[in-house]
């Protein structure tokens, strides 16, 4: 291999303490690295599972320089740490993904914009800048329509259905008047999600593709293999791969799509790290998208992608906290994962459990059936 390659006895760092912070902290100690976290929450899973815990602000220059002094590579959590901080540490050690890659995923706008020049077909939309947009847009795209703020959008926020003309301008209010971008409503057969992996070389790899099912904005649960044509998953994992070739990316990239009613792959959204999509990787998969991340940023050859048996991945939220255990571990198929986190909210993601077995149909059975009896549904 042609990039540098950062083995076991280094010392890496991830921008960000959540959960898929402390997974990435998990594979990473398993394998012989030492890891550095920078997050702002004394109390982050992350945190308790890091070497050394910087516990500062993503904006705090003398954190910022402390941690790019200490790691021999660095990756991030979650897209919304800001581009200017990933600027600082990439001067003194290797960042991957690059700020770049960051800012695109940043702005739904910009997103979009840039997966139409690569070659993907994101769902019509228009940009709206201002009031006066809003006719222009609605004559363009049509009702029923989804209005989605540009930035800081994730799990169904800043996003609103719309059926006229009245409530769009009452959503825009609703945003904060800021930029956003107005969606077609397409009739949607399902949603799937895609997962590649690229290194400095540019060797790539991709994970099988989930079919994703969500409440209130949430992602729910994943199934895999996704219920669609080869045809379809193949068509996923090419425009992905595309896109990440387009960013000269380096890392873990999860790209969303919607599959239309008449077959139709729409790009929706891409994120520049792990996806709570390809949690069932942990359990299901030859190698995890944790331990793929830490191959990546480390210029490392990409590991087996192979999925090992059919699993649905099902996300636990603070709105069942706390459950019945005994329903988890009645099963002899389910694989249960917590985050650490000490404080359960509605909406928060707490842990998520993989049922794995001999068919899709087999594990998507247990899984609601579990899942009805923890919540008490």
Known sequence: MSGKQILPG?????????????????????????????????????????????????????????????????????????SQSVRQVAAKTAVYPAAESLEIAQNRDAEKQFARKAGLQPVPYATISQLEDLSPAAAEIGFPAILKSNTLG???????????????????????????????????????????????????????????????????????????????????????????????????????????????LYFNEMAPRPHNSGHYTKDACVTSQFEQQVRMMCGLTPGDTRLLSPVVMVNMLGDLWLPDWSAIFAQNNIKLHLYGKTEARPGRKMGHFNVLA???????????SVFSELSGS
Request: net charge negative; glycine share 8%.
């Open 10 to 82: 280094s010392t890496l760092g991830v921008l960000g303490g959540g959960q898929l912070g402390r997974m990435f902290c998990v594979a990473a100690r398993t394998m012989g690295y030492r890891v550095v976290v920078l997050d702002p929450d004394p109390h982050c899973g992350a945190g308790l599972i890091a070497d050394i815990h910087i516990q500062a602000d993503y904006t705090d220059p003398a954190a910022l320089e402390k941690m790019a002094e200490q790691c021999d590579a660095i990756t991030l959590e979650f897209e919304n740490i800001p």
């Open 154 to 264: 994730y799990d169904g926020k800043g996003q609103f259905v719309v059926n006229d003309l009245g409530e769009l301008e009452s959503a825009f209010a609703s945003a904060g008047a800021v930029s956003c971008v107005l969606e077609k409503q397409i009739n949607i057969h399902c949603e799937i999600s895609a997962i590649v992996a690229r290194n400095a070389d540019a060797r790539l790899a991709s994970f099988p593709v989930a079919e994703n099912q969500h409440r209130n904005g949430i992602l729910h649960m994943s199934i895999v293999p996704a219920r669609v044509s080869d045809e379809i998953r193949q068509q996923a994992v090419d425009k992905a791969a595309l896109l990440a070739g387009a960013l000269d990316y380096v890392g873990i990239l999860a790209v969303e799509f919607f599959v239309s009613e008449d077959n139709v």
């Open 358 to 368: 001999e068919d899709v149909g087999a594990a998507l059975a247990t899984a609601e």
